[in-house]
């Protein structure tokens, strides 16, 4: 079944910088498109950044400049550099897939930013 791992969130102070993983299983990855979201508490979730299988990428206009999603198909995992942050980027950051009809989203990883 298809599987997503995420990795590398954690507490930095605003300004800092992490680099979040996703590593897929159960697909043939470099097949398919991957996007990570992000959910703050009492917020809808929203697409942070996507890259197609030939790795053009897309930004939300929330984080543009500051983010760079990038994927390694030899390691089935896609990355989110976020620098500059700011504790409005506080959330907990998904990743996401989708696979013919379906959907499918690691269990997120937490970011926190202190100011």
């Known amino acids: 079944q298809v599987q997503l791992v995420e990795s590398g969130g954690g507490v930095v102070q605003s300004g800092g910088s992490l680099r979040l993983s996703c590593a897929a299983s159960g697909i043939i990855f470099s097949n398919y498109g991957m996007s990570w979201y992000r959910q703050a508490p009492g917020k809808e979730r929203e697409l942070v950044a996507g890259i197609s299988s030939s790795g053009s990428t897309n930004y939300a206009n929330s984080m543009k400049g500051r983010v760079t999603i990038s994927r390694d198909n030899a390691k089935n995992t896609v990355y989110l550099q976020m620098n500059s942050l700011k504790p409005e980027d506080t959330a907990v950051y998904s990743c996401?897939?989708?696979?013919?009809?379906?959907?499918?989203w690691g269990q997120g990883t937490q970011v926190t930013v202190s100011s």
């Open positions: 996401h897939v989708g696979v013919t009809w379906n959907r499918y």
